[in-house]
């Protein structure tokens, strides 16, 4: 709580290392001297993601806890890459909370040498893969999955077989499977009675 609140209450013009400041100088962090030079820590090597360093230290502690709470290591994995993805992201778009800004030194660095050795378009395309792969491993799913569960749902062919199904009044059985040929079938069945009956 006290490193969330020292990052909260951020002011650029506190003492920190990097940022000498005169002995009669206020210090507007919550927290303090301590909370001062513990958040321009963080803001310089993290920037913006500097604010999930509580996160992280919840998530430990909440693991302690209750196993329940304990994640798998390829999900903290996931959120690694996660991570770097966002500092890499405050770097290039130059991202502001408050007086936290950027990606830090990490995703500076990060930044301009991807850019540097991939050219822009090839760093675009690599940190948009390591995005998918920290949301895959964050959150444990998987994209093919998720993609046949979006075919399956917006099938032009279920969707017909859903209005057959209403039609046939429940003359299909559980266990029969909705294609076309049972529902051919019972069309002409259904033809083949009307045919006797007019007879």
């Known amino acids: 709580m006290l490193l969330l609140l020292s990052i909260l209450s951020f002011d650029a013009n506190d003492p920190s290392l990097n940022h000498v400041v005169s002995a009669k100088n206020v210090v507007h962090n919550k927290v303090g001297l301590f909370g001062a030079y513990a958040s321009g820590f963080l803001n310089d090597v993290f920037g913006v993601a500097a604010l999930l360093w509580p996160l992280v230290f919840a998530a430990l502690g909440a693991a302690y806890i209750s196993a329940k709470y304990c994640f798998h290591w390829w999900r903290w994995c996931g959120f690694f890459l996660l991570t770097v993805c966002f500092l890499v992201l405050g770097s290039a778009w130059d991202i502001t909370l408050g007086d936290l800004s950027g990606g830090g030194m990490v995703g500076s660095t990060l930044y301009k040498n991807s850019a540097l050795y991939l050219s822009p378009v090839g760093s675009a395309i690599l940190w948009f893969f390591v995005l998918l792969v920290g949301l895959q491993m964050a959150f444990n799913f998987s994209w093919i999955a998720l993609a046949e569960r979006g075919k399956i749902r917006h099938s ?35 033809n083949q009675r009307a045919l006797w009956r007019s007879m």
């Open 156 to 190: 032009p062919q279920k969707r017909c077989c859903r209005g057959f199904r209403g039609k046939a009044r429940g003359l299909a059985p559980k266990n029969q499977s909705c294609s076309a040929d049972f529902f051919r079938q019972q069309f002409i069945a259904k």
